[in-house]
Every structure is written in structure tokens, then in C-alpha cells.
């Protein structure tokens, strides 16, 4: 089955810094890269993703990159604010499957 | 449109006592899904259903079953709760497994 390694566990940056969370996939068929947020005591929201016929996209400060040879896709979140804090999931889907498989999450804290 | 609703938000059981969890969607998704979120271990796939009538094991099957009786509704059954159960439960819904899951606000177990 697939698995899905993410990394850092917890991720500390400044305020206005970057911040990379980055993931990797065992199944080479995987086709779809979602990413998800969810801050403190709420639900996961999808905030990104990306499907395995593109290599980059962006959504204002965010974006996420997929590199199929390596398996593996990263988050990048630009110019970083406090309301930025929040535990961030990737997920990966492979070919024909219907379900997602989540890494197992990033604490990102913003430090003013 | 309440989009994904769950019932009840907090529950404590006892070791052995049983409980249903209700998840509803109003999007007239065909998909919905039951996970389970636990401190460093990401959201893990309970069980699904890819339509009215259809369910399927998931990643942690063990101890749960489920039924989709009504397309909007999706229930989640502990027959026998253990403390090993104590966890946060997600329930999701998507138009198809193609598509962006849409996540509940969660519902806190606890089991003693």
C-alpha cells in the first residue's frame, strides 16, 4: 500500500521567513498531492494541491512542487504571518485508487 | 448550506459501552469517510463508502462498523468501545474520490 513520510514534525520560523514542509511517497502510480491545514481545535482544510501532470503551482503565498523522479512534493509558504500557525498534512492518492493517505502532520509556529 | 455536520462533538464512554457517531453531508456528495485522528499519527481511514448503500474498510477497520443507509448520512458504530478508541473522529464527504474531501468539525471520544 502507499505510505507517506512527511517532514519536520514541528517547523519554527519567524515572522515574514519561509517555511518548507516536504513529503515523500512510496507508490510511483500516485497521480494526486493534496496539502491540508488545520488549526488548533478545528477541521483539516484543503489549502492546496497537485495533480502528478504538473510539477509546480501556486496560490498567492503558497505553493507546492512535486519532483515524480525523487517522490517526493513540498509545501512552500512565502512571507510567513501569524495566522500561518497551524498543523499542515500532505496526502498522496495513487492511480485508481479511491482513498487519500495523510502524512502524519507539521506543527508550524510562526513566532512574531 | 451547513456543508459537513457531526454528532455528537464530545462523548466519554465506559470500557464496553457501545455508541453510534452520525456524520451529514447537504452537497450531495457521492463519497463520504470516516477517519481517526491521533496525536502524531496524521488522519487514518476507518472505513468509506462510495455511494448510498456501499461501504468499505479503510486503514483501521478493527472495532468500527459503518452503514450509508441515506446518501447524506454516514454512521460510525463502536460495539464495544475500548480505551484504545480514545481519539478525535473526522468524518468527510467529496462529489468523487477525484475530488476535494470536505472534512466535519470532529468529534472528541474518550473511553475509560
Known amino acids: 500500500g502507499e505510505n507517506v513520510e512527511q517532514h519536520p514534525s514541528t517547523l519554527s520560523v519567524q515572522e515574514g521567513d519561509s517555511a518548507v514542509i516536504k513529503c515523500t511517497y512510496s507508490?510511483?502510480?500516485?497521480?494526486?498531492f493534496p496539502w491540508y491545514k488545520q488549526e488548533l481545535g478545528k477541521r483539516p482544510q484543503l489549502i492546496i494541491d497537485?495533480?502528478?501532470?504538473?510539477g509546480e503551482k501556486k496560490d498567492q503565498r503558497i505553493a507546492v512542487t512535486l519532483n515524480k523522479t525523487a517522490k517526493h512534493f513540498s509545501l512552500h509558504i512565502t512571507e510567513t504571518q501569524p495566522e500561518d500557525s497551524a498543523v499542515y498534512f500532505c496526502?498522496?492518492?495513487?492511480?485508481?485508487?479511491?482513498?487519500?493517505?495523510f502524512g502524519t502532520g507539521t506543527r508550524l509556529t510562526i513566532i512574531p | 448550506n451547513a456543508g459537513v455536520t457531526q454528532t455528537p462533538k464530545f462523548r466519554v464512554l465506559k470500557t464496553g459501552q457501545s455508541m453510534t457517531l452520525l456524520c451529514a453531508q447537504d452537497m450531495n456528495h457521492e463519497y463520504m469517510y470516516w477517519y481517526r485522528q491521533d496525536p502524531g499519527m496524521g488522519l487514518r481511514l476507518i472505513h468509506y463508502s462510495v455511494g448510498e448503500g456501499t461501504t468499505a474498510k479503510g486503514e483501521v477497520p478493527d472495532g468500527y462498523n459503518v452503514s450509508r443507509l441515506k446518501k447524506q448520512n454516514f454512521l460510525l458504530g463502536l460495539e464495544s468501545a475500548a480505551p484504545s478508541q480514545t481519539s478525535v473522529y473526522f468524518c468527510?464527504?467529496?462529489?468523487?474520490?477525484?475530488?476535494?474531501?470536505?472534512f466535519g468539525p470532529g468529534t472528541r471520544l474518550t473511553v475509560l
Open positions: 507508490d510511483s502510480a500516485s497521480n494526486y
Open positions: 497537485i495533480r502528478s501532470n504538473v
Open positions: 468527510a464527504s467529496s462529489y468523487s474520490y477525484q475530488n476535494e474531501q470536505f
Open positions: 496526502a498522496a492518492r495513487w492511480t485508481g485508487n479511491e482513498k487519500l493517505t
